[in-house]
């Protein structure tokens, strides 16, 4: 079945480091990829969505390109900060269902 | 305020008491759904709606139960709350385009 595999955290960071979470995907169809944040104490915030192969979705400085050939949507972003430290989900959705697809999160920390 | 809103966002209760979770979205959207959010599960789908007196099971759907009378409101009640009931739950919804918007959660204890 379709699903969502995103690498287990937590990834501790200090600021000004590169991010890179990984997240990869099988799905039947052709499906619209996402990134959702958590922030401590709130509900899953959109951060950057791509529907189609080889768009790139940016947001915050965070960047994630949708690659059909790795059947992945890793998130990136150059310089992190401290407030980026939140929780990280990956999701798919296929268009005409009403399934949501989540990874299971990945916890970032980022350290002054 | 435009937007989702779920009440209460805390609540604790003792075993077999009936709790209902509320959520309210201003948007007009057509699906709503209720997720379960418990370490090491991620989200997990209860149920969903895909328009008014329309709704679904999820992955997870015993123990609880579903009504959409208007389109705006999708309560989620435990009919008789367990301790595996304990969770952070959280309501969404979406348009028949793809994002879907979150609601602030309500953490439930379940005693």
């Known amino acids: 079945g379709d699903s969502v595999t995103q690498m287990e955290g937590p990834v501790t960071l200090s600021e000004e480091a590169f991010l890179t979470i990984n997240c990869t995907y099988t799905?039947?169809?052709?499906?619209?990829l996402f990134w959702y944040v958590q922030y401590p104490g709130e509900g899953l915030q959109l951060l950057l969505k791509?529907?189609?192969?080889?768009d790139k979705g940016s947001n915050k400085g965070f960047e994630a390109t949708y690659r059909k050939e790795t059947t992945s949507f890793h998130l990136e972003k150059g310089s992190v900060q401290v407030s980026d430290s939140a929780v990280y989900f990956c999701?798919?959705?296929?268009?005409?269902?009403?399934?949501?697809?989540f990874g299971t999160g990945t916890r970032l920390k980022v350290l002054a | 305020d435009a937007g989702i809103t779920q009440s209460p966002r805390y609540k604790i209760t003792e075993t077999g008491r009936q709790v209902t979770l509320m959520c309210h979205q201003t948007?007009?959207?057509?699906?709503m759904f209720w997720y379960r959010q418990d370490l090491g599960h991620g989200l997990r789908l209860i149920y969903y709606?895909?328009?008014?007196?329309?709704?679904d099971k999820g992955e997870v759907p015993d123990g609880y139960v579903v009504s959409r009378s208007k389109t705006e409101n999708f309560p989620l009640t435990l009919e008789s709350a367990t301790r595996s009931q304990t969770s952070v739950y959280f309501c969404?919804?979406?348009?028949?385009?793809?994002?879907?918007?979150f609601g602030p959660g309500t953490r439930l204890t379940v005693l």
């Open positions: 969404a919804s979406r348009l028949d385009t793809d994002t879907q918007y």
């Open positions: 799905a039947t169809g052709y499906p619209s």
């Open positions: 791509a529907t189609k192969a080889d």
């Open positions: 999701a798919q959705t296929t268009s005409g269902t009403y399934k949501y697809i």
């Open positions: 948007w007009s959207h057509s699906y």
């Open positions: 709606s895909a328009a008014a007196d329309i709704t």
